[in-house]
């Protein structure tokens, strides 16, 4: 499933092509996806100019001026710029067709992703409501997650995966950051203290920028706006490495289930 960033590698591979482009036309082959796309999308974005695209936890946030087009990828999204005139393979639902030729075209073989039009800002909509921080913002830091936890009796891992919390912090993000700074996953929230929170924030901006850099990790189903997959998965430490030697340590790593989720942690390193 595409995570924070897989997403921002897709903002950063099509921002470039998309700046100041106007919309010509756009193709809805199966809107069909996890909210309907609206039947009137094409009149709505037809001769429109992308202003801008931005990215707000795992959304894209496509500016095209007096409206935002929100994208979601959904599990197994991607996005990629084409030729308009390319046929579409199977599970290509959706092409935004640009004023140069190209085509925006959204592949979502499982239709678990969204495309979406707010007129309103799009902070105000439904899906983005309520949401936390963005975890590379200077809001967050360690003293903003002690601050929350205080009371809070959920595992750690579990906390900082909670969207109203900090977005974009996934599964894989969070095995890695709480190795990073040394915190066992199943430690009560609320009884981290101020510095030890000081370094998993730390530990998040440092797992989510490496792994931005790599181009995300690309398990099963992620690849760029290029087609090129991401390679932060050779940087994981623990996650998916159950059984295997620790690299601080060299003990077995352990794994279990916690909130359905993979958990791998170092039951000497990690406290």
Same mark, same amino acid.
């Given at each position: 499933m595409?995570?924070l960033?897989?997403?921002?590698t897709?903002?950063?591979?099509v921002?470039? *092509?998309?700046l100041?482009?106007?919309i010509?036309?756009?193709v809805?082959r ?5 909210w309907p796309? %609206? +039947?009137d999308?094409?009149? $709505?974005?037809?001769g429109?100019?992308? #202003?801008a ?7 894209l946030?496509?500016?095209c001026?007096?409206?935002? $087009? ?10 990629? $710029?084409?030729? #308009?005139?390319? %046929? ?5 639902h959706?092409?935004?067709v640009? @004023?140069d030729?190209?085509a925006?075209?959204?592949?979502d ?5 969204a495309i979406?039009?707010? #007129?309103?800002?799009p902070?105000? *909509?439904v899906?983005?409501q309520?949401? +936390?921080p963005?975890? $590379? @913002?200077?809001a ?7 601050g929350l ?5 959920a %595992?750690?891992?579990a906390?900082?995966?909670?969207g109203?919390v900090v ?20 430690r009560a #929230?609320?009884?981290?203290s ?11 901006k440092?797992?989510?920028e490496?792994a931005?850099?790599h181009?995300?990790?690309?398990l099963?189903d992620f690849v760029?706006?290029?087609?090129k997959?991401?390679?932060?998965? *050779?940087?994981?430490q623990?996650?998916?490495?159950g059984?295997e ?13 916690l909130?359905?989720?993979?958990t791998?942690y ?6």
């Amino acid at each position: 499933m595409p995570e924070l960033p897989e997403v921002e590698t897709t903002r950063r591979g099509v921002e470039p *092509h998309l700046l100041d482009r106007s919309i010509v036309g756009v193709v809805v082959r199966d809107g069909r996806l996890r909210w309907p796309v %609206p +039947g009137d999308l094409p009149g $709505l974005l037809t001769g429109r100019r992308i #202003a801008a695209v931005r990215r707000r936890a795992k959304y894209l946030l496509f500016d095209c001026g007096g409206g935002h $087009l929100i994208v979601h990828l959904g599990m197994t999204g991607s996005l990629r $710029l084409l030729e #308009a005139g390319v %046929p579409p393979a199977p599970h290509d639902h959706v092409d935004i067709v640009l @004023d140069d030729g190209r085509a925006l075209r959204f592949r979502d073989p499982r239709r678990f992703g969204a495309i979406l039009w707010t #007129a309103r800002p799009p902070g105000e *909509h439904v899906l983005l409501q309520g949401l +936390g921080p963005e975890p $590379l @913002d200077g809001a967050f830091d360690g003293g903003y997650l002690h601050g929350l936890s205080r009371g809070r009796t959920a %595992p750690v891992k579990a906390f900082i995966m909670d969207g109203r919390v900090v977005v974009g912090v996934g599964n894989i993000y969070a095995n890695e950051a709480l190795f990073a700074a040394g915190i066992r996953p199943q430690r009560a #929230a609320g009884q981290i203290s101020a510095l030890r929170y000081q370094r998993l924030a730390v530990a998040i901006k440092a797992v989510l920028e490496r792994a931005i850099a790599h181009g995300g990790t690309t398990l099963r189903d992620f690849v760029d706006s290029t087609g090129k997959p991401g390679y932060f998965r *050779h940087e994981l430490q623990v996650y998916g490495r159950g059984g295997e030697a620790c690299p601080g340590c060299g003990r077995a790593l352990r794994e279990v289930r916690l909130g359905q989720r993979s958990t791998v942690y170092c039951a000497q390193c990690q406290r």
